[in-house]
């Protein structure tokens, strides 16, 4: 299958090995709910407006569901099952990564992978950082 990558020259997901078997879409939304980046085997079947709209309500749920994180702690994940997908959302302030993939696929294998993804690019920014820091 066909791999794409939208926005995405240095980004999180780089390393399009995330996307294995079952894994359809994976994209960060930003805190103002727009799709940031993107790789995907097989795009989200909606308009740009519907995609927009989408990741919006993405966003608001997250962000609404942060609003008890004083009495039950902070949201990890959420999952929705629908007939055809799984949709995974993970909060990683300020960003907002939405998985879909198959039903039968294990959501929380693709989970530890994507969360091991942003610690191994949270810790390459540090050090990028410490050393253009250095050059000045």
């Given at each position: ?31 103002q ?6 790789i ?27 609003d ?15 007939e ?53």
């Open positions: 299958m066909l791999e794409v990558t939208k926005k995405n020259e240095d980004g999180l997901f780089y390393n399009k090995s995330i996307l294995e078997d079952g894994v359809e879409f994976i994209g960060l939304i930003n805190k709910g727009k799709m940031e980046n993107t995907f085997k097989n795009e989200i079947n909606l308009t740009e407006e519907r995609k927009e709209m989408f990741s919006m309500e993405l966003m608001l749920q997250s962000s609404m569901q942060s008890f994180d004083s009495e039950f702690g902070p949201v990890s994940y959420t999952i929705t099952e629908r055809k997908s799984k949709f995974v959302s993970i909060l990683t302030f300020p960003y907002l990564i939405l998985a879909i993939m198959k039903k039968n696929k294990d959501h929380i294998a693709v989970i530890n992978k994507i969360k091991t993804a942003i610690r191994n690019f949270d810790i390459v920014n540090k050090k990028s950082s410490v050393k253009e820091s250095d050059c000045v």
